[in-house]
């Protein structure tokens, strides 16, 4: 996984809502952002229907590849809510109504006034021997266990629970970056910028074109843990900005 400073990440999205279009994802960019600041690198994301084979998969391939595992989705009432059987069996362990989570549960809808319903006490069901993350919004708890956080899948109580979590995480060095605003579109500065980013490998430096309504230009981001590879790359980038300007003027294009 390289570096020991560099910690990786990978999310899982679970909802059949999800790849019918019916429900636009509002989580997977929030973990992205909060990640970031943590020195964490989000390092990929996936999204699976509610079927317990097709998560089994895929969080076994993303908790033995990264450093941590993100859920959203599927842990709440209903019969399609299977995200904590998937988690029990990929670990291969029990899925049981938890204790703690029970009476948690119990005293919340009690407040309420409210009958606390075997369809809600799915809501308690978690792997054996998982931990709590707390959720301040609806109660209901996500869990941990080994390197995976399963949370829910609302925003609201996503949101809350990932502000739960990430601070007791091991972040790593922060990335860095820096916009660098190049007059040419990409067609122009593609073959330089892959020689520059050859020559700075431990830089990343994303293109992004931008049109104006007449002309085409570029913003270029660089983004390394260290500001003098930030440097150095930049270096690059004005250097071959000013050497394209200098031949288009001189065969008497546009600059």
Do not use: W
């Not at 999800?18 to 020195?39: E, M, P, Y």
């Not at 989000?42 to 595992?69: F, N």
């Not at 049981?96 to 989570?101: G, S, Y």
């Not at 074109?209 to 930030?230: C, H, M, N, Y």
């Amino acid at each position: 996984m390289g570096e020991t400073t560099i910690k990786t990440a990978a999310m899982l999205a679970i909802g059949d809502e999800l790849l019918s279009g019916r429900t636009k994802d509002k989580n997977i960019g929030h973990l992205a952002d909060v990640l970031t600041l943590a020195g964490i690198d989000l390092k990929e994301v996936r999204i699976v229907s509610d079927e317990e084979d097709a998560i089994v998969e895929a969080l076994d391939a993303l908790r033995h590849r990264y450093h941590y595992v993100f859920t959203s989705g599927g842990i709440g009432p209903t019969h399609d809510d299977i995200t904590a059987d998937a988690v029990s069996r990929a670990f291969g362990v029990p899925c049981v109504h938890d204790p703690d989570a029970m009476a948690l549960l119990a005293a919340m809808y009690e407040r309420r006034g409210m009958e606390f319903t075997e369809a809600r006490q799915r809501m308690a069901r978690m792997p054996e021997g998982a931990r709590h993350i707390a959720n301040p919004v609806s109660t209901a708890p996500g869990f941990i266990i080994g390197n995976v956080h399963v949370m829910a899948g609302v925003p609201q109580v996503f949101q809350a629970m990932v502000q739960n979590v990430v601070p007791t995480l091991a972040g790593g060095a922060k990335v860095l970056s820096r916009s660098v605003t190049c007059p040419f579109g990409e067609g122009d500065i593609g073959t330089a910028l892959g020689a520059i980013q050859k020559n700075n490998p431990e830089t990343s430096i994303g293109s992004y074109p931008k049109f104006d309504g007449d002309r085409f230009s570029t913003e270029l981001v660089i983004r390394a843990r260290q500001a003098e590879r930030i440097d150095a790359a930049e270096k690059d980038i004005l250097a071959m900005i000013a050497e394209i300007a200098a031949t288009k003027a001189g065969i008497g294009e546009p600059v």
